[in-house]
């Protein structure tokens, strides 16, 4: 398979507290991308980092790429119950718009 | 702007028999694509589109073929569905302008084959 992992596959914490999750790919890429995609919906992108960028911010998210170790980071600062959702990584093929999505990891934020 | 909308929402088929998902997109994006996702295994490239008039393979294409004939439509067609293509079906869109590769999602297409 050419999925992308992720881990934790799953991960329940307390809101208020941060959230991180690793994504590990196997290819050249041009960027990674992150998605979150709440129960029964479709995906809603988060953020975007290109292979030539260390590391990215957005409001409470902040994004890690390592090229030489192939992996990623999301980090969601002072969680909250609405974050609850589950959190996909992708990349595409350098040069191509095949896209390959990673396992997800489930974000539980508990109330 | 209604951004990607999916039809239909639910379908239920009898192995061997055939349909089409329409994807539509009035955003005027450049690509299209069509993802299927399973328990635990993600979102899958199954084929995708540049352009009116191209398609090409992603990641598991066989059982499926597509076509592109308007900018605003990508069509997902199941020649003769088997039990195997059970899955909830994604359509995406993504443009050069604004900010390349983001793809914005449709709601999903949830497809029982028995």
């Known amino acids: 398979s050419q999925q992308g992992e992720e881990d934790p596959q799953a991960l329940s914490i307390q809101e208020g507290e941060n959230a991180t999750m690793n994504c590990s790919y196997k290819?050249?890429?041009?960027?990674l991308q992150w998605y979150r995609q709440n129960s029964g919906r479709g995906l809603v992108h988060l953020i975007l980092?290109?292979?030539?960028?260390r590391e990215k911010h957005s409001g409470r998210l902040r994004v890690t790429l390592d090229t030489s170790k192939k992996s990623s980071s999301l980090l969601i600062t002072a969680s909250r119950a609405a974050d609850t959702a589950s959190y996909f990584c992708?990349?595409?093929?350098?040069?191509?718009?095949?896209?390959?999505f990673g396992t997800g990891t489930r974000l539980k934020v508990l109330a | 702007n209604a951004g990607v909308t999916q039809t239909p929402k639910f379908r239920v088929l009898k192995t061997g028999q055939s349909m089409t998902l329409l994807c539509a997109q009035d955003?005027?994006?450049?690509?299209m694509y069509w993802y299927r996702q399973d328990p635990g295994m993600g979102l899958r490239l199954i084929h995708y589109?540049?352009?009116?008039?191209?398609?090409a393979k992603g990641e598991v294409p066989d059982g499926y073929n597509v076509s592109r004939l308007k900018k605003q439509n990508f069509l997902l067609g199941l020649e003769s569905a088997a039990p195997s293509q059970t899955s909830v079906y994604f359509c995406?869109?993504?443009?050069?302008?604004?900010?390349?590769?983001?793809?914005?999602f449709g709601p999903g297409t949830r497809l029982t084959v028995l």
């Open positions: 995406a869109s993504s443009s050069l302008a604004g900010t390349p590769y983001e793809q914005f």
């Open positions: 290819t050249s890429i041009n960027n």
């Open positions: 980092i290109r292979s030539n960028e």
């Open positions: 992708a990349t595409a093929l350098s040069g191509t718009y095949k896209y390959i």
């Open positions: 955003m005027n994006h450049e690509y």
């Open positions: 589109s540049v352009g009116e008039g191209t398609t």
